[in-house]
Nanobody, 126 residues
Framework: QVQLVESGGGLVQAGGSLRLSCAAS????????MGWFRQAPGKEREFVAA????????YYADSVKGRMTIARDNAKNTVSLQMDNLKPEDTALYYC???????????????????WGQGTQVTVSS
């Protein structure tokens, strides 16, 4: 399995921006489709965005479309999530996840991903 470490979370006011990063190690990064998920207290983990092995296609949850951008750099073994115009409802623990062999049809499902990071906290104040 690939090992994943997220960074970049923090506290930001509504309307602000944050950039999350996920560093991968242990396997050939380009063999993996990558996703970002989030989990708020008392709620299930939910899909945020996903990117295929070589950058396309890309998928977003409707709730973040137009505000968040996922990107990857296979040379640096990293995937990022640029988050703009943040809202209080974006507050959650954000996880990076890897799907060996690519995303597949169920890119939005947690069960599609074999490897997970430890998460990074994003808190948006109103």
């Amino acid at each position: 399995q690939v090992q994943l470490v997220e960074s970049g979370g923090g506290l930001v006011q509504a309307g602000g921006s944050l950039r999350l990063s996920c560093a991968a190690s242990g396997r050939t990064f380009s063999n993996y489709g990558m996703g970002w998920f989030r989990q708020a207290p008392g709620k299930e983990r939910e899909f945020v965005a996903a990117i295929s092995r070589y950058g396309a296609p890309i998928y977003y949850a409707d709730s973040v479309k137009g505000r968040m951008t996922i990107a990857r750099d296979n040379a640096k073994n990293t995937v990022s999530l640029q988050m703009d115009n943040l809202k209080p409802e974006d507050t959650a623990l954000y996880y990076c996840a890897a799907s060996r062999g690519g995303l597949g049809a169920f890119y939005y499902s947690t069960s599609n991903y074999e490897s997970w990071g430890q998460g990074t906290q994003v808190t948006v104040s109103s």
